[in-house]
C-alpha cells in the first residue's frame, strides 16, 4: 500500500542535542499526526496537526504541518535518553464524506541517544 | 486502564492453523480500526467498523483474514489456514468521530505478535 517517505531512516544523537525528522508525501493530506513506538508496544500518539502551516508543540517536541500539506516535520529539542524509539509520522485525509478512516504511515526514523 | 486492550499479547502457532485476536477499545470509541505491521515498516490499514458495522474491509489481506464486531463494542480478528508470511504484528486501534468532521484521532493498543511455524 501506500506509504510516505519518512527521513532519516535512523539517528545516533548524543544527549542534549536537538533532532529533525520530516515526512513527505507524493499526495496531500489534512491531518498529519506524528507517533512514537517503543519495541513491543503500539504506537503512542505525540502531535497532532490540523491545518496547513501549523505550529503545534508538546514539551520539547514541535511539529510543523506543510504549506504544501504534503509534508511534515518533527523536532525534538534537548534529547534525554527516554526519548529512545521508532518515530512515525502519519496522514489522513478526510473528504467530506466521512471517509477519514485509514491513517497512512511512514517507514519510521529509528532514534538512538547516547548518554 | 481506560486505553486500547488487546489479548493476547502473544502467539506461536503452528501453519494451517486458525488464529483469533481480540481488541477492546476505549469504552466511548465508536471506531475501532485494526492494522498490520510487519519488521521495519510502518502500520498498514486493514479494516475499519463504525459501531457494529464494517465500512472498510477491502484492505484486508485476503480471505483467509475477516473480522467481527458483533455489538459495537470488542472485536476479533480472525486469520485461517495461517502462512509464514502472516507473522506480523496487528495493531488494533480506537477512536470517537461524530458526523463529518476532519478531526479522528486513533489510539493504539500494545498489539498482537503472532509467530508462524
Known amino acids: 500500500g501506500q506509504q510516505l517517505n519518512q527521513s532519516p531512516q535512523s539517528m545516533f544523537i548524543q544527549e542534549g542535542e536537538d533532532v529533525s525528522m520530516n515526512c513527505t508525501s507524493s499526495?496531500?493530506?489534512?491531518?498529519w499526526l506524528w507517533y512514537k513506538q517503543d519495541p513491543g508496544e503500539g504506537p503512542v500518539l505525540l502531535i497532532a496537526?490540523?491545518?496547513?502551516?501549523e505550529l503545534t508543540s508538546n514539551g520539547r517536541l514541535t511539529a510543523q504541518f506543510g504549506i504544501t500539506r504534503k509534508d511534515s516535520f518533527l523536532n525534538i529539542s534537548a534529547s534525554i535518553p527516554s526519548d529512545v524509539g521508532i518515530y512515525f509520522c502519519?496522514?489522513?485525509?478526510?473528504?467530506?464524506?466521512?471517509?477519514?478512516?485509514?491513517?497512512?504511515f511512514g517507514k519510521g526514523t529509528l532514534l538512538t541517544v547516547n548518554p | 486502564d481506560t486505553g486500547v486492550s488487546q489479548n493476547p499479547r502473544h502467539k506461536i502457532t503452528k501453519r494451517g492453523q486458525n488464529v483469533t485476536f481480540r481488541c477492546d477499545p476505549i469504552?466511548?470509541?465508536?471506531?475501532l480500526y485494526w492494522y498490520r505491521q510487519t519488521l521495519g515498516q510502518g502500520p498498514e490499514f486493514l479494516t475499519y467498523?463504525?459501531?457494529?458495522?464494517?465500512?472498510?474491509k477491502s484492505r484486508l489481506l485476503s480471505d483467509r483474514f475477516s473480522a467481527e464486531r458483533p455489538k459495537g463494542s470488542f472485536s476479533t480478528l480472525e486469520i485461517q489456514r495461517t502462512e509464514q508470511g502472516d507473522s506480523a504484528m496487528y495493531l488494533c486501534?480506537?477512536?470517537?468521530?461524530?458526523?463529518?468532521?476532519?478531526?479522528?484521532?486513533?489510539?493504539f493498543g500494545a498489539g498482537t505478535r503472532l509467530s508462524v511455524l
Open positions: 486501534a480506537s477512536s470517537l468521530v461524530y458526523g463529518p468532521v476532519a478531526k479522528n484521532i486513533q489510539y
Open positions: 467498523f463504525q459501531n457494529e458495522a464494517q465500512l472498510e
Open positions: 499526495s496531500i493530506f489534512n491531518t
Open positions: 496537526l490540523y491545518k496547513a502551516g
Open positions: 502519519a496522514g489522513q485525509l478526510f473528504d467530506g464524506g466521512g471517509s477519514n478512516y485509514k491513517l497512512t
Open positions: 469504552s466511548e470509541h465508536n471506531r
